[in-house]
């Protein structure tokens, strides 16, 4: 199936809900899944999924679950069993960290404090890499502390097909200032989990680059609790393996916090990239904002996003909004686009949602060359303005660079 | 001074039913400083004449000639046509994705020109051009054509007429769903950009209401892919008055005929 032109656009405030009485009482939870699935039982609440540190609590997916639907499950057999990380001849993936003295701390064994505080995994993938994670990088930014420099940790994969298990925490005190960019390179079957510590009035940005060798899989759980006024960004930048499988999710432990999920991808032939968020509304007065942009071309080239925010009962005041947008290239590509949305109050400052896949089609190119632009610098123009949007956040020039170079190189693969 | 010259021309599209002919030997000369309003009921080929002096790839020239000072415009593609100074003001712009009005003004205007703009000039060219179309300042951030409602999107058409500057203009139906307000704009738009003298331009149009704002000195009449009929300005108060009636079917071809003979003579 080529993906199919959709645009679909919701706000909801609260005056507007129908039924929903200044009560706050009486409410119903309003659901949106766009996905149209037949035959899927889904669930009545995003909070209602299971999580757990047991592997034996989470079955094999068979792909017909609602988390895996989308995914090649058969393709993710390695990542998925209950394996150790590959050691021989060599670990079957590097970390190097990059960051001021002092900021890394001695290495948490499952069960440590913070290790395991935030996040619990919530799949069988997050569940096995916590598992098989004897040690988990921990990282702390101390109080009030702004580095100058991101900090980072560069994963690199000795070897396609080599299954590696990770953890890491990362804390930022209290109104402490930074960026940590974990980048990936190299190929490995990457099973990533990532716990964030948000302080009060802390403002963190996480950069997860995905720049994986063709033949790499990588499957991860992001988890982030946001502190009282605290400003929390991911953004996840997806161009390389071959299967890509992240979760970002977030909630919060005090009121005026905000949390911005960002997600780009750009996927070829035969790639498959899947984002999945939830951002739980779980505190009064805070704001979320997810926006995912993802390129696609190539024959079976596949990327799907499942965007799921809960507006809790007690959320009074919240402010959520998300978006999904996909470009789709050539012939040939699929786009999974999903917002769901549960709101259990009407006394909320706004949520809403909205999802497009749209095509670079004959016309777009006939209108910009009969302005005189030639064809090559045309589609350049459509993909790097679009994709853009997501590069701009970062804020760290020399990354931002190497994205824009790398976007570049993707589509100059197109026309080959 | 430049010429526009389309000879004998045939065009066909394919259709389900397979090749179907549109243009059936259109010839029509313009030259700078001339407006030529090209009139007739719907479905009489006009559009097609548009799209293919652009260059639109839907529609196969099947005989005859299209020249620009000389040069052959059917040897060039789209992007060499805009450059070699044909505009084409599209009856339905399409929304681009992903490209702001700035990003991609600029970018045409550089290769139109072969260099970039000075910058500081430009942007406030740019916003001059915009104020006197009344193009609100924040479309300049938003996407190509993106939300716009009609009436935005064939001002912002003319706005790169004006930008761009080409010899010749190709209007297509830029009035259609427009009020008297944003007529008037656009026509000034239109008509400023055709003050400076430099410019030729071919009026495609259904009704006659925008020839009260811009003002042609000849006026063709299109039926079924064919001129029936040309003449001066007084040939459009005609049509105002009388319709396309007197070209339909039932009129035959002889008196069309007939009418062309007189209008020639």
Redesign the interface.
Known sequence: MTAEITTEKARIGAPSIAGFTEEGEGLVSAKVDHSHNHGVTVMSSRAERLTSFDVADFALPTGREEEWRFSPVRALANLLSDTATALDPEPAAAFTVDAPEGYLRTPLAPGAAPRGTVLTPADRAAVVASANADEALHLVIPAEAEPAEPLRILVHGAGAGRRSNAHFVLEAGANSRSVVIVEHTGAADHNGNVEVIVGEGAKLTVISVQLWEDDAKHLGQHDAQVGKDAVYKHIAVSLGGSIVRLNSNVRFSGEGAEAELLGLYYADAGQHLEHRSFVDHNEPNCKSNVLYKGALQGKNAHTVWVGDVLIQKQALGTDSYEKN?N?VLTDGCRADSVPNLEIETGLIEGAGHASST?R?D???L??????????E?ARR????????EIIQQIKVPALEERLTEAVERELAATNS | MSTLEIKDLHVSIDTEQGTKEILKGVSLTIRTGETHAIMGPNGSGKSTLASTIAGHPRYNVTGGTITLDGEDVLAMSVDERARAGLFLAMQYPVEVPGVTMTNFLRTAKTAIDGQAPALRTWTKDVKAAMQQLRIDADFAQRNVNEGFSGGEKKRVEILQLELFKPKFAVLDETDSGLDVDALKIVSEGVNRAHAEGKMGTMLITHYTRILRYIKPEFVHVFVDGQVVEEGGPELADRLEEEGYDRYAKGAGAASIAAAAAAAQA
């Open positions: 947008q470009l749209g670079f004959d016309e777009h006939f209108y910009l060359m009969a302005r005189g632009i030639p064809e610098v123009l459509v993909v790097r303005g679009f994709l853009n």
